[in-house]
T-cell receptor, first 114, second 110 residues
Framework: AAGVIQSPRHLIKEKRETATLKCYPIPRHDTVYWYQQGPGQDPQFLISFYEKMQSDKGSIPDRFSAQQFSDYHSELNMSSLELGDSALYFC?????????????FGEGSRLTVL | DAKTTQPNSMESNEEEPVHLPCNHSTISGTDYIHWYRQLPSQGPEYVIHGLTSNVNNRMASLAIAEDRKSSTLILHRATLRDAAVYYCILRDNYGQNFVFGPGTRLSVLP
C-alpha cells in the first residue's frame, strides 16, 4: 500500500540558508501534519492542514512557513536556518480531517545545519 | 490538552506479555486515548485507540479503566521488533494535532 512520501530524505545546509521539505500524503488523505524531532527529543507538532487550509499551528518558528497544494501535497519552507533547526522532520497524513484517529507518518527528512 | 503520565522505561522478555500503563486523570469526556510507538530511526506508528470500551487489533489490546483515568496497552507476546518508545496521547475528535509527550521506552530482552 502507498505510504506517506517525504523528500528529500537527507539535506545538509549552511546557517542562514533556506530549505524546502516536501510531503506527499497517502492518496485520498486530506489532512497533513508536520512534526519536528530534535536529537533525543519527542516529536513536536509544527503545523497542520486540512483541505489546503491551515487547521492548527504549534511551535512553528516564524522563519518557517508551510502550505498544502491542490493535489494535497505539502511543503515546509525554512529560512534563515539555525544550528538548532537540525532535526528529523516528519510529515503525517490522515483521511477525513483526522477524525479517524489514525495518523500515517512518513520516514522523515533529516536536516543538518552546519 | 490533557496530560498523560507514563513510566520512562520498561523491560520485557521476548514472547512474554507486556502491560504499558498510562495515567490521564484529567481526561475529558470527549478525549480519545491513542497509542503510538516509534521504532529507532522511524516515524511514529499508530498502534490503537479507544474511547471507553476495551479495544483489540492485530497489534495490541487497549484496556481502559471504568473511570477512564488510566489505560493499559497490552502487547500479548513481545518480540524484539516491539522495542520502541510508546506514546499515550489524548485527543478529541475536534482537535487537529497529536501532542507527543514523554513516552515509555520499551526494551525487549531475548
Amino acid at each position: 500500500a502507498a505510504g506517506v512520501i517525504q523528500s528529500p530524505r537527507h539535506l545538509i545546509k549552511e546557517k542562514r540558508e533556506t530549505a524546502t521539505l516536501k510531503c506527499y500524503p497517502i492518496p485520498r488523505h486530506d489532512t497533513v501534519y508536520w512534526y519536528q524531532q530534535g536529537p533525543g527529543q519527542d516529536p513536536q507538532f509544527l503545523i497542520s492542514f486540512y483541505e489546503k487550509m491551515q487547521s492548527d499551528k504549534g511551535s512553528i518558528p516564524d522563519r518557517f512557513s508551510a502550505q498544502q497544494f491542490s493535489d494535497y501535497h505539502s511543503e515546509l519552507n525554512m529560512s534563515s536556518l539555525e544550528l538548532g533547526d537540525s532535526a528529523l522532520y516528519f510529515c503525517a497524513s490522515s483521511p477525513r480531517g483526522g477524525n479517524t484517529g489514525e495518523l500515517f507518518f512518513g520516514e522523515g527528512s533529516r536536516l543538518t545545519v552546519l | 490538552d490533557a496530560k498523560t503520565t507514563q513510566p520512562n522505561s520498561m523491560e520485557s522478555n521476548e514472547e512474554e506479555p507486556v502491560h504499558l500503563p498510562c495515567n490521564h486523570s484529567t481526561i475529558s469526556g470527549t478525549d480519545y486515548i491513542h497509542w503510538y510507538r516509534q521504532l529507532p530511526s522511524q516515524g511514529p506508528e499508530y498502534v490503537i485507540h479507544g474511547l471507553t470500551s476495551n479495544v483489540n487489533n492485530r497489534m495490541a489490546s487497549l484496556a481502559i479503566a471504568e473511570d477512564r483515568k488510566s489505560s493499559t496497552l497490552i502487547l500479548h507476546r513481545a518480540t524484539l521488533r516491539d522495542a520502541a518508545v510508546y506514546y499515550c496521547i489524548l485527543r478529541d475528535n475536534y482537535g487537529q494535532n497529536f501532542v507527543f509527550g514523554p513516552g515509555t521506552r520499551l526494551s525487549v530482552l531475548p
